[in-house]
């Protein structure tokens, strides 16, 4: 069974652009989340996607957005980006439909603003 | 609010050696979910262990095993006779129920696990 899979590994970007990052669930998982984690702050949600509807967000500002398609795939866009940005962005997915289910995580994708 | 506290920022040791991760959370729900993962070098975060707030038993699978005390709101992790590939940053982890509106991983800030050889 395939895991989550996140596109792409690394990005390079400057300040003042905006960047989508990808990922596809495990086969069957409906819930989608997104966390960032900076040397600084830890590992911080982001927001949570449940059947193409979010469902829990985090204390993120408004640049970071998400969507989740009908196939379960889904997005993070980060508009206007700043130097506070750089991170690596983890997306991770789950059956969904129980509190008690794992999250499980892809590789990640790394994100440095210059 | 929730919150998960690892107070060990880095332990070496060396393999064979047994080792202990502490893991202490603080969370008003009466109902919720703990986990452990470990985060190679790669980036990726693995899934070790799961356990729900009203299950007290411990748990031992191979080298690992793990301690959850609800009374001390305690979850530590064990790694017996540890080796070197078991070098990583682990990471504690809680949610609360999915009824809550509040299902996301609040995560402890990590442990650097180095095994020497």
């Known amino acids: 069974k395939a895991g989550v899979t996140q596109t792409p590994r690394y990005l390079i970007k400057t300040r003042g652009q905006q960047v989508t990052l990808s990922c596809s669930p495990i086969?069957?998982?409906?819930?989608v989340s997104w966390y960032q984690q900076t040397p600084g702050q830890g590992l911080q949600f982001l927001f949570e996607?449940?059947?193409?509807?979010?469902?829990n967000k985090g204390n993120f500002p408004g640049r970071f957005s998400g969507r989740q398609f009908s196939n379960s795939r889904s997005e993070m866009n980060v508009s206007t980006l700043e130097l506070g940005d750089s991170a690596l962005y983890l997306c991770?997915?789950?059956?969904?439909?129980?509190?008690?289910?794992?999250?499980?995580f892809g590789d990640g994708t790394r994100l440095s603003i210059l | 609010a929730q919150k998960v506290t690892q107070a060990q920022t880095e332990i070496s040791v060396v393999e064979k050696e047994d080792v202990t991760l502490d893991c202490v959370y603080e969370?008003?729900?009466?109902?919720?979910?703990l986990f452990w993962y470990k985060q190679p070098p790669s980036g990726e975060l693995v899934f070790l262990i799961r356990?729900?707030?009203?299950?007290?038993q411990n748990e031992i699978s191979g080298r690992y095993s793990w301690n959850f005390q609800k009374s001390t709101s305690s979850f530590n992790f064990t790694i017996t006779a540890s080796q070197v590939v078991d070098s990583a940053v682990y990471f504690c982890?809680?949610?609360?129920?999915?009824?809550?509106?509040?299902?996301?991983?609040?995560f402890g800030s990590g442990t650097r696990l180095q095994v020497q050889p």
């Open positions: 982890a809680l949610i609360p129920p999915l009824d809550t509106g509040r299902r996301a991983l609040t």
């Open positions: 086969s069957g998982h409906r819930s």
């Open positions: 991770a997915s789950s059956l969904g439909d129980s509190g008690n289910q794992p999250q499980h």
């Open positions: 996607y449940f059947s193409e509807t979010q469902r």
């Open positions: 356990r729900n707030s009203f299950d007290e």
């Open positions: 969370t008003r729900d009466t109902t919720y979910y």
